[in-house]
């Protein structure tokens, strides 16, 4: 295992076998969204991407309490209050945006315990989640008075649709992991003590498949979900055509014709 430097001792990045792990690291404030974290992410999000090893990205939180309970509060004060540090405050939102756009590789986000607003944002970011039976879910924007941002509604109304947008977003009540899998805010619920056994063998899985058959899918569904005047076609299908002139392409063939898994580079 390798572990990456974020800079900072609340962002850890573990590397091991293709698998990166991002693990949100405040277990005494339930890893609660600092401002550090925030502007660490970028920088990690980036160094993953260039980093040919890594195949597949979790997301997890330290200790068993959260995964992310939301933004750090206390520093609501200095960072969300003032107009001119409320716009730095969302410039750092926005690098970080575009940091998980630019990351083409797949994210796993690995869910217990707490799960809430701007932790539950972190979480729609990822491909897939998976959560244990005690995860709780929620954004307690109206309860806190903030006002909540077009992005975020975007992220929710494109997983859970309008009706339960609406619900979660008016109420600012939690929702426990059970309901959160019924209305498709995460893939599936599992006992706490099988989520890292499951999660890593869906890792596993999707590690030892074709890269760039991975990230053309990753590519397309991202541009399925654009409005249709909006999607680059052209780019996804010069990324399948990729695929089918790869090594790769012709290692699958032969080791299905050999019967035996298929030892995939990349290229």
Same mark, same amino acid.
């Given at each position: 295992?390798?572990?990456?430097?974020?800079?900072?001792?609340?962002?850890?990045?573990?590397?091991?076998?293709?698998?990166?792990?991002?693990?949100?690291?405040?277990?005494?404030?339930?890893?609660?969204?600092?401002?550090?974290?925030?502007?660490?992410?970028?920088?990690?999000?980036?160094?993953?991407?260039?980093?040919?090893?890594?195949?597949?990205?979790?997301?997890? /939180?330290? @200790?068993?309490?959260?995964?992310?309970?939301? &933004?750090?509060?206390?520093?609501? +004060? %200095?960072?969300? #209050? *003032?107009?001119?540090?409320?716009?730095?405050?969302?410039?750092?939102?926005?690098?970080?945006?575009?940091?998980?756009?630019?990351?083409?590789?797949?994210?796993?986000?690995?869910?217990?315990?707490?799960?809430?607003?701007?932790?539950?944002?972190?979480?729609?970011?990822?491909?897939?989640?998976?959560?244990?039976?005690?995860?709780?879910?929620?954004?307690?924007?109206?309860?806190? /008075?903030? @006002?909540?941002?077009?992005?975020?509604?975007? &992220?929710?109304?494109?997983?859970? +649709? %309008?009706?339960? #947008? *609406?619900?979660?977003?008016?109420?600012?009540?939690?929702?426990?992991?059970?309901?959160?899998?019924?209305?498709?805010?995460?893939?599936?619920?599992?006992?706490?003590?099988?989520?890292?056994?499951?999660?890593?063998?869906?890792?596993?899985?999707?590690?030892?498949?074709?890269?760039?058959?991975?990230?053309?899918?990753?590519?397309?569904?991202?541009?399925?979900?654009?409005?249709? /005047?909006?999607?680059?076609?052209?780019?996804?299908?010069?990324?399948?055509?990729?695929?089918?002139?790869?090594?790769?392409?012709?290692?699958?063939?032969?080791?299905?014709?050999?019967?035996?898994?298929?030892?995939?580079?990349?290229?």
């Amino acid at each position: 295992m390798t572990r990456l430097d974020s800079g900072t001792d609340k962002l850890l990045v573990d590397v091991d076998g293709g698998v990166a792990r991002v693990t949100f690291n405040q277990p005494e404030k339930r890893n609660a969204l600092s401002v550090e974290m925030r502007a660490a992410l970028p920088r990690v999000l980036s160094a993953l991407q260039q980093n040919a090893d890594v195949r597949v990205v979790v997301l997890t /939180g330290a @200790g068993t309490e959260a995964f992310v309970s939301g &933004a750090d509060i206390s520093e609501f +004060g %200095a960072q969300r #209050t *003032a107009p001119e540090a409320r716009r730095d405050y969302d410039r750092g939102a926005a690098e970080a945006g575009r940091a998980w756009l630019a990351l083409e590789k797949p994210v796993i986000a690995m869910i217990r315990g707490y799960c809430m607003g701007g932790g539950l944002l972190t979480a729609l970011q990822a491909d897939v989640r998976i959560a244990a039976e005690d995860a709780q879910f929620g954004v307690p924007a109206a309860r806190l /008075g903030l @006002g909540y941002g077009m992005g975020g509604v975007e &992220a929710l109304l494109e997983v859970v +649709g %309008a009706a339960w #947008t *609406a619900e979660i977003l008016f109420s600012a009540r939690r929702l426990d992991a059970r309901l959160a899998e019924r209305i498709g805010l995460v893939n599936r619920v599992v006992a706490a003590d099988r989520l890292e056994g499951e999660v890593g063998e869906l890792a596993r899985a999707i590690r030892d498949n074709a890269p760039l058959t991975v990230a053309a899918c990753k590519a397309a569904l991202r541009e399925a979900r654009r409005e249709p /005047g909006k999607r680059d076609a052209a780019r996804v299908a010069a990324l399948v055509e990729a695929c089918f002139r790869s090594e790769d392409y012709r290692e699958g063939q032969r080791a299905f014709a050999e019967k035996r898994r298929p030892k995939f580079s990349g290229h």
